[in-house]
C-alpha cells in the first residue's frame, strides 16, 4: 500500500521533473492513443527514452505499458531496482548471455501474455554516433513471429540527446516531442532482414526534416 | 480592501467581461458556419479567446499573491520562453554547460536581483557579465566549430527571454510618488494595453489588410491592421489612464511607444523564425504557439516602458 503509494508519488515526480525540463508533445500521426495491445519500438539516444514515451501516453494506456529494459542498470541499487520495478514496472532482461538464467525473449513474450503493451528500444543500445538510427536488432522481427497479432509502434522520439547527453549529470532545458506512427506487423513468410529494415525505414519516416538543428552551420 | 485592490478589480471585471463577449462571439461563429470544427481560422480564434482566459487567470492570481507571485510568474515565463529559444539556435555538444548556466543560474540570479531591488546589478547581470562569462565556459571546453554563431545566438536568447522579460516585475519596484503600492497597475496597463493591440491588429487585419508590412517576413502583418490596431489600443491605453500615474495624454503618448515596440517585437521575432524555418516557437499555450509568440510584443516594450517611467516618474 505505502510501497504503491510511494511508487505513484515517484512517478509522478518524474513525469512532472520531464514535462518541466522538455515541455514533451505527443504527435499521433498515423496511430491513435487507444488501449489495444501494441509494442512501442523507438530510438534509442537517453536514459530518460522511455520515461517521455510514459509521460505522454495518456494514463489509462500508461497503465498497462510496460518498458523492456536492462536489468544490468536498473538492479545496480535499491533506488533504481525501486524506480525500474516500482515505478515503471519494467520488464527487466538481462542483457549479457553469460550471465543470465532467462532468455530475454521469454521476458518479453510472457510480458506480452499478460496482456500489457511495451516499449522496446530495437537498436539494443543508446545510440552516441551521428547516424540518426543504429541496424535494429532481431529482437523486433522476433516479437512479431511469436505474437503475429501484436501491432508493432513505431517511435520517434526528438531533442531528448541534446537534453541529457551521455555523461552530463544537469539537463538542458529544450522542447522535445515524441512522435507516434503507423503501426506495421511481420507480413506472412517475410525474411528477417527486410522486415527490419522496413522496421528502421518506418521509424526513420517519422524524424523531422531537419534532423540536427544543433549542427548546422548557418553563418 | 484597498484602492489598488479595487482599481485592479475594475480591470479584471472588464477583462473578463470582454473576454465573455468574445467567447459568445467565437461560439456563435462556430455554431453558424462550421459546428463540426473544420473551419481553421474559427478554430485559432476559439483556442485563442481559451488561452486568454488561461493567462488572465494566471496573471490574477499572480497580482493577488503580491510582488513573490508576479516574479514568480515571470522567472517561469521567462524559464519557458529561454527553453523555447535555445531549442532553435545553433547548440553543439560543448556548449552543454554554458546553456545549463543561462538557466540555472543567471535566468534565477536575475529576478533575485529584482526581488532584492539591486538595480545596478540586475540591470548589468546579463549585458555585461553573462555577455563574458557564458562565452569563457563555452571556450573552456575546447570546440570553436560555429563559436561565434553559437555565442551569440546564446546571449540574443538571455537578451530576449530573460533580461527583456525581466522588466515587468522590475515595474514593482519603481518609487513613483503618489503612487505608492499601485505599481502593479503599470504592469497591467503595459500588459493589457501590448495584448489588446496583437489582437486589434490581428482583428483589423483580418477584417480590413489588403497591403502587408513587410510581405518578405509576415504576410499577416498588414498596414490596415497595423494602423487601425495601433490606433485603437492607444485609445484604449488613453482611457485606462486612471490606473496609472500618467495624464490621459501621458497615456496616449507611452501607449502609442509600446503598441509599437510591440509591432517591431513581433516583426523581428518573425524574422528569427522565418530564419530558423518553424512557423512557431513552441506548442505550450493552444492556438498561440508557444510563450515566445504571444509575448514577443511585451518583451519589446518592457524596456522601454520601464525606463520611460523610471526617468520621468519614479524617484529611484
Given at each position: 500500500?505505502?510501497?504503491?503509494?510511494?511508487?505513484?508519488?515517484?512517478?509522478?515526480?518524474?513525469?512532472?521533473?520531464?514535462?518541466?525540463?522538455?515541455?514533451?508533445?505527443?504527435?499521433?500521426?498515423?496511430?491513435?492513443?487507444?488501449?489495444?495491445?501494441?509494442?512501442?519500438?523507438?530510438?534509442?539516444?537517453?536514459?530518460?527514452?522511455?520515461?517521455?514515451?510514459?509521460?505522454?501516453?495518456?494514463?489509462?494506456?500508461?497503465?498497462?505499458?510496460?518498458?523492456?529494459?536492462?536489468?544490468?542498470?536498473?538492479?545496480?541499487?535499491?533506488?533504481?531496482?525501486?524506480?525500474?520495478?516500482?515505478?515503471?514496472?519494467?520488464?527487466?532482461?538481462?542483457?549479457?548471455?553469460?550471465?543470465?538464467?532467462?532468455?530475454?525473449?521469454?521476458?518479453?513474450?510472457?510480458?506480452?501474455?499478460?496482456?500489457?503493451?511495451?516499449?522496446?528500444?530495437?537498436?539494443?543500445?543508446?545510440?552516441?554516433?551521428d547516424?540518426?538510427?543504429?541496424?535494429?536488432?532481431?529482437?523486433?522481427?522476433?516479437?512479431?513471429?511469436?505474437?503475429?497479432?501484436?501491432?508493432?509502434?513505431?517511435?520517434?522520439?526528438?531533442?531528448?540527446?541534446?537534453?541529457?547527453?551521455?555523461?552530463?549529470?544537469?539537463?538542458?532545458?529544450?522542447?522535445?516531442?515524441?512522435?507516434?506512427?503507423?503501426?506495421?506487423?511481420?507480413?506472412?513468410?517475410?525474411?528477417?532482414?527486410?522486415?527490419?529494415?522496413?522496421?528502421?525505414?518506418?521509424?526513420?519516416?517519422?524524424?523531422?526534416?531537419?534532423?540536427a538543428?544543433a549542427e548546422e552551420a548557418r553563418a | 480592501?484597498?484602492?489598488?485592490?479595487?482599481?485592479?478589480?475594475?480591470?479584471?471585471?472588464?477583462?473578463?467581461?470582454?473576454?465573455?463577449?468574445?467567447?459568445?462571439?467565437?461560439?456563435?461563429?462556430?455554431?453558424?458556419?462550421?459546428?463540426?470544427?473544420?473551419?481553421?481560422?474559427?478554430?485559432?480564434?476559439?483556442?485563442?479567446?481559451?488561452?486568454?482566459?488561461?493567462?488572465?487567470?494566471?496573471?490574477?492570481?499572480?497580482?493577488?499573491?503580491?510582488?513573490?507571485?508576479?516574479?514568480?510568474?515571470?522567472?517561469?515565463?521567462?524559464?519557458?520562453?529561454?527553453?523555447?529559444?535555445?531549442?532553435?539556435?545553433t547548440r553543439r555538444a560543448s556548449d552543454?554547460?554554458?546553456?545549463?548556466?543561462?538557466?540555472?543560474?543567471?535566468?534565477?540570479?536575475?529576478?533575485?536581483?529584482?526581488?532584492?531591488?539591486?538595480?545596478?546589478?540586475?540591470?548589468?547581470?546579463?549585458?555585461?557579465?553573462?555577455?563574458?562569462?557564458?562565452?569563457?565556459?563555452a571556450v573552456?571546453q575546447g570546440d570553436s566549430r560555429n563559436f561565434l554563431v553559437r555565442i551569440?545566438q546564446?546571449?540574443?536568447?538571455?537578451?530576449?527571454?530573460?533580461?527583456?522579460?525581466?522588466?515587468?516585475?522590475?515595474?514593482?519596484?519603481?518609487?513613483?510618488?503618489?503612487?505608492?503600492?499601485?505599481?502593479?497597475?503599470?504592469?497591467?496597463?503595459?500588459?493589457?494595453?501590448?495584448?489588446?493591440?496583437?489582437?486589434?491588429?490581428?482583428?483589423?487585419?483580418?477584417?480590413?489588410?489588403?497591403?502587408?508590412?513587410?510581405?518578405?517576413?509576415?504576410?499577416?502583418?498588414?498596414?490596415?491592421?497595423?494602423?487601425?490596431?495601433?490606433?485603437?489600443?492607444?485609445?484604449?491605453?488613453?482611457?485606462?489612464?486612471?490606473?496609472?500615474?500618467?495624464?490621459?495624454?501621458?497615456?496616449?503618448?507611452?501607449?502609442?511607444?509600446?503598441?509599437?515596440?510591440?509591432?517591431?517585437?513581433?516583426?523581428?521575432?518573425?524574422?528569427?523564425?522565418?530564419?530558423?524555418?518553424?512557423?512557431?516557437?513552441?506548442?505550450?499555450?493552444?492556438?498561440?504557439?508557444?510563450?515566445?509568440?504571444?509575448?514577443?510584443?511585451?518583451?519589446?516594450?518592457?524596456?522601454?516602458?520601464?525606463?520611460?517611467?523610471?526617468?520621468?516618474?519614479?524617484?529611484?
Amino acid at each position: 500500500m505505502t510501497r504503491s503509494f510511494l511508487a505513484w508519488l515517484t512517478g509522478s515526480a518524474i513525469t512532472t521533473f520531464g514535462r518541466l525540463i522538455t515541455a514533451v508533445r505527443a504527435i499521433w500521426d498515423g496511430v491513435e492513443p487507444v488501449p489495444s495491445q501494441r509494442v512501442y519500438f523507438a530510438n534509442h539516444t537517453s536514459n530518460g527514452d522511455f520515461i517521455l514515451i510514459w509521460t505522454v501516453l495518456p494514463s489509462a494506456l500508461r497503465a498497462h505499458t510496460r518498458p523492456v529494459a536492462g536489468a544490468d542498470y536498473w538492479l545496480k541499487s535499491p533506488l533504481r531496482t525501486f524506480i525500474g520495478r516500482d515505478v515503471f514496472n519494467a520488464v527487466l532482461i538481462n542483457r549479457n548471455a553469460e550471465e543470465r538464467s532467462q532468455d530475454p525473449m521469454e521476458l518479453i513474450l510472457q510480458g506480452l501474455d499478460t496482456g500489457a503493451s511495451l516499449i522496446i528500444f530495437p537498436e539494443g543500445t543508446r545510440n552516441t554516433t551521428d547516424k540518426p538510427l543504429l541496424p535494429f536488432k532481431s529482437g523486433l522481427y522476433n516479437i512479431s513471429q511469436a505474437r503475429p497479432e501484436v501491432d508493432l509502434v513505431p517511435v520517434w522520439i526528438d531533442n531528448l540527446n541534446d537534453v541529457m547527453p551521455k555523461g552530463k549529470l544537469v539537463p538542458i532545458p529544450l522542447l522535445c516531442t515524441v512522435t507516434f506512427g503507423a503501426s506495421i506487423r511481420v507480413a506472412p513468410g517475410e525474411d528477417r532482414k527486410d522486415f527490419l529494415k522496413r522496421a528502421e525505414t518506418a521509424l526513420l519516416a517519422l524524424a523531422p526534416a531537419d534532423e540536427a538543428p544543433a549542427e548546422e552551420a548557418r553563418a | 480592501m484597498n484602492e489598488t485592490h479595487a482599481d485592479f478589480l475594475t480591470l479584471l471585471a472588464g477583462i473578463i467581461g470582454i473576454l465573455i463577449v468574445a467567447s459568445g462571439i467565437g461560439y456563435a461563429l462556430k455554431q453558424r458556419v462550421a459546428p463540426d470544427g473544420t473551419n481553421a481560422t474559427i478554430e485559432n480564434l476559439n483556442a485563442r479567446i481559451l488561452a486568454w482566459w488561461g493567462m488572465t487567470a494566471f496573471l490574477a492570481v499572480a497580482f493577488l499573491a503580491g510582488r513573490g507571485g508576479v516574479i514568480a510568474l515571470f522567472a517561469f515565463t521567462s524559464f519557458a520562453a529561454l527553453r523555447e529559444f535555445v531549442t532553435l539556435t545553433t547548440r553543439r555538444a560543448s556548449d552543454h554547460w554554458a546553456i545549463a548556466c543561462a538557466f540555472f543560474v543567471i535566468l534565477p540570479l536575475q529576478y533575485w536581483l529584482i526581488w532584492y531591488e539591486w538595480y545596478g546589478m540586475w540591470s548589468l547581470l546579463i549585458p555585461v557579465y553573462a555577455f563574458l562569462i557564458l562565452p569563457i565556459i563555452a571556450v573552456l571546453q575546447g570546440d570553436s566549430r560555429n563559436f561565434l554563431v553559437r555565442i551569440s545566438q546564446m546571449q540574443w536568447a538571455l537578451m530576449i527571454c530573460v533580461f527583456c522579460a525581466s522588466h515587468v516585475p522590475a515595474l514593482l519596484f519603481l518609487d513613483i510618488p503618489g503612487f505608492e503600492a499601485r505599481n502593479v497597475l503599470l504592469i497591467a496597463f503595459l500588459i493589457v494595453v501590448v495584448q489588446l493591440s496583437d489582437v486589434l491588429q490581428y482583428t483589423w487585419g483580418k477584417l480590413f489588410g489588403r497591403h502587408p508590412v513587410a510581405p518578405s517576413l509576415s504576410p499577416s502583418k498588414t498596414w490596415e491592421g497595423l494602423i487601425g490596431g495601433v490606433a485603437s489600443a492607444t485609445l484604449i491605453g488613453t482611457a485606462l489612464f486612471w490606473i496609472t500615474p500618467f495624464t490621459p495624454l501621458q497615456a496616449a503618448g507611452m501607449s502609442l511607444v509600446i503598441t509599437l515596440a510591440g509591432f517591431f517585437g513581433g516583426l523581428v521575432m518573425s524574422a528569427i523564425k522565418r530564419d530558423r524555418g518553424v512557423k512557431d516557437w513552441g506548442h505550450m499555450i493552444a492556438g498561440h504557439g508557444g510563450f515566445i509568440d504571444r509575448l514577443d510584443s511585451v518583451v519589446f516594450s518592457a524596456p522601454l516602458f520601464f525606463h520611460l517611467t523610471r526617468y520621468y516618474w519614479s524617484l529611484t
